[in-house]
């Protein structure tokens, strides 16, 4: 399931309007309260993803130095693949035939990056890939960030997923962490611990214990627009 990504937007804005009023940018512990958080830990995580993002800076050598480069109305979007090339649709969705059994639900956007958090809300239908044979077995999300640009996964694709909680070494899948955050990343799993791998050198690999992650699908293609 996916949850509501609004706390990231809602802490970007707190951070704008304090910059705006106070001069300064908010603690900690003031981001943590405005958005009903218990620890801080939290903050962290969506403090980086909006940075990951280009939505905000950190100015060096100040302490609290935070620049908002820019708010969610002027955000763009990005692309996707794995150790194996997941199948782009070239052309678009304008491009494949309709027909009103070859629909899948577009329910959200996903992070090829830090983990955003995500919704599970039905915007709207998209046409399956040719040759899908079970439509209800698949689902397609919309990808922000560029972390799994190396991959050929790009900020504003559409993804669309092959519904599982498992997943081999080495597949592209969407990671539920703790709950409450999705992710688009390479998938590793050794002894007592997995690995989210990015395909970008900008990013680092990043490692939770196996109770942390929940597998919501593997890639199976994509599509983008010309």
């Known amino acids: 399931m996916f949850y509501a990504y609004k706390k990231t937007k809602n802490l970007l804005v707190y951070i704008n309007e304090k910059l705006k009023s106070d ?29 990951e993002r280009g939505f905000i800076k950190r100015l060096a050598h ?42 899948i639900p577009l329910i959200g956007k996903i992070a090829a990056g830090l983990p955003i958090e995500a919704i599970e809300e039905h915007h709207e239908d998209i046409p399956c890939p040719p040759g899908t044979k079970n439509p209800d077995d698949f689902y397609a999300l919309k990808v922000e960030g560029d972390s799994m640009i190396d991959a050929g996964i790009h900020d504003g694709d559409t993804v669309i997923i092959k519904k599982t909680s498992t997943a081999e070494n080495g597949k592209i899948v969407v990671a539920l962490i703790d709950n409450h955050e999705a992710t688009l990343k390479r998938y590793r799993k050794k002894s007592n611990a997995i690995a989210l791998e990015s395909a970008n050198p900008a990013y680092e690999t990043r490692i939770f214990g196996p109770e942390r992650i929940k597998i919501q699908g593997v890639l199976s293609s994509l599509y983008r627009n010309f």
């Open 62 to 103: 100040k302490a609290r130095a935070l620049e908002v480069v820019k708010l969610p109305e002027n955000a763009s979007v990005k692309d996707l693949f794995n150790n194996f090339t997941p199948s782009l649709i070239k052309g678009g969705l304008d491009d494949v035939k309709k027909t009103k059994e070859n629909f």
């Open 23 to 51: 001069g300064v940018s908010p603690s900690y512990d003031e981001m943590r309260k405005s958005l009903s958080l218990k620890s801080k830990s939290g903050i962290h995580r969506l403090i980086s993803a909006l940075e």
